[in-house]
T-cell receptor
Framework: NAGVTQTPKFRVLKTGQSMTLLCAQDMNHEYMYWYRQDPGMGLRLIHYSVGEGTTAKGEVPDGYNVSRLKKQNFLLGLESAAPSQTSVYFC?????????????FGDGTRLSIL | DQQVKQNSPSLSVQEGRISILNCDYTNSMFDYFLWYKKYPAEGPTFLISISSIKDKNEDGRFTVFLNKSAKHLSLHIVPSQPGDSAVYFCAAIQGAQKLVFGQGTRLTINP
């Protein structure tokens, strides 16, 4: 059972470069999410999707874009990377409209912007 | 505006004793509260949850207590084991599945 898979696991970028983080889930979940984790800040929601073809902004969306063209994939893009975007990024997925069903997380992507 | 707060960045407990992790929240509209456990280089994994209409939920060695009047919840681990050493995140949900996380507490279980 793969669950939620994130690629790549590590990446170093220079300021101004662009990249896309890929999240894939094999649990047929409707909801998918992108978080960032910074020291002392917990996990903060960047963007999320309630279904294929839909996306919405979370708590910290600036500087990021997302796309959900297929139900199983959720892409997070950085168009022009900035040092403030150095963080660990987590993708998660969950079932539809069931509050007590937990989100399932990937193992994260550690991104450093120089 | 930190809606979910874990005021203790770290906690050290002796193996076999009780670990108590605390969490405070400000939004009285939260429906469910969850605890996640995170090991280094891994994603958070779900541990236990509690509905806002309950005051206690138990699962093996883990019990979560909710005090709505104080807007406070706690996770009790009894007895604590070395494998429990991890970062624990408290989280809350209101409505359509948008989790709000606390800052996390690093629990260390000493032999």
């Amino acid at each position: 059972n793969a669950g939620v898979t994130q690629t790549p696991k590590f990446r170093v970028l220079k300021t101004g470069q662009s990249m896309t983080l890929l999240c894939a889930q094999d649990m047929n979940h409707e909801y998918m999410y992108w978080y960032r984790q910074d020291p002392g800040m917990g996990l903060r929601l960047i963007h999320y999707s309630v279904g294929e073809g839909t996306t919405a902004k979370g708590e910290v969306p600036d500087g990021y874009n997302v796309s959900r063209l297929k139900k199983q994939n959720f892409l997070l893009g950085l168009e022009s990377a900035a040092p403030s975007q150095t963080s660990v990024y987590f993708c998660a997925s969950s079932t539809l409209q069931v509050p007590n069903q937990p989100q399932h997380f990937g193992d994260g992507t550690r991104l450093s912007i120089l | 505006d930190q809606q979910v707060k874990q005021n203790s960045p770290s906690l050290s407990v002796q193996e076999g004793r009780i670990s108590i992790l605390n969490c405070d929240y400000t939004n009285s509209m939260f429906d469910y509260f969850l605890w996640y456990k995170k090991y280094p280089a891994e994603g958070p994994t779900f541990l236990i949850s509690i509905s806002s209409i309950k005051d206690k939920n138990e699962d093996g060695r883990f019990t979560v207590f909710l005090n709505k009047s104080a807007k406070h919840l706690s996770l009790h681990i009894v007895p604590s084991q070395p494998g429990d050493s991890a970062v624990y995140f408290c989280a809350a949900i209101q409505g359509a599945q948008k989790l709000v996380f606390g800052q996390g507490t690093r629990l260390t279980i000493n032999p």
